[in-house]
């Protein structure tokens, strides 16, 4: 079975970049998904492929992938992107349920 | 506009059986997977499994497989995930996602509101 590996928790100065990180076997196949989860509400999909950003996300958010590591960039934090990201990709078998364990975000 | 809604919040008790629903509207239902997610409290994102109305194919995660069972009815553009028996570590929030793929990529949006099943004796 595949499986990633992201960071429980990081954090950022207000106005500044920080960079959340999934690694796993599965991303040097496939590209990986990225999604915002703020308390009480349903994950939002933020990017997807290699660095696609789904109508209404905010330019600040950004992916990129090398080797067995994806990852999810916002390029100057705002309050509103405290919140748990997690990324998604693909087993060995080509299935959709591979799951990080989620990276909580804090901006300061 | 392109949503899912689900069915409201359900309490339970051991050994009960449940269905919840996926209402999709806004798209051709029967064109995409419609996947299911479990998220325990405090807990990260675990997929379930996933189904394509148009003709009902349907996968299960190793983790899921036999533990839940996963329908459509696609004459009323719904997706359902049921249980007979149910257990108290079944008490989770339950998310159906419209899932896209790609030869390399998947990605699932847009998502349900969410349903919350608790299970207590």
């Known amino acids: 079975s595949s499986e990633l590996t992201q960071d429980p928790a990081v954090s950022v100065a207000l106005g500044q970049t920080v960079r959340i990180t999934c690694q796993g076997d599965?991303?040097?196949?496939?590209?990986a998904s990225w999604y915002q989860q703020k308390p009480g509400q349903a994950p939002v999909l933020v990017i997807y492929?290699?660095?696609n950003r789904p109508s209404g996300i905010p330019d600040r958010f950004s992916g990129s992938s090398s080797g067995n590591t994806a990852s999810l960039t916002i390029t100057g934090a705002q309050a509103e992107d405290e919140a748990d990201y997690y990324c998604n990709s693909r087993d060995s078998s080509g299935n959709p349920w591979v799951f990080g364990g989620g990276t909580k975000l804090t901006v300061l | 506009e392109v949503q899912l809604v689900q069915s409201g919040a359900e309490v339970k008790k051991p050994g009960e059986s449940l269905k919840i629903s996926c209402k999709g509207s806004g798209y051709s239902f029967t064109s995409y997977w419609i996947g299911w997610v479990r998220q325990m409290p405090g807990k990260g994102l675990e997929w379930m499994g996933i189904i394509y109305p148009g003709d009902s194919d349907t996968r299960y995660s190793p983790s899921f497989q036999g533990q839940v069972t996963i329908s459509a009815d696609k004459s009323i553009s719904t997706a359902y995930l049921q249980w007979s028996s149910l257990k108290a570590s079944d008490t989770a929030m339950y998310y159906c996602?419209?899932?896209?793929?790609?030869?390399?990529?998947?990605?699932?949006?847009?998502w349900g509101q969410g349903t919350l099943v608790t299970v207590s004796s």
């Open positions: 599965s991303l040097r196949s496939y590209y």
């Open positions: 996602a419209r899932t896209h793929s790609s030869p390399t990529y998947n990605w699932f949006d847009p």
């Open positions: 492929g290699k660095n």
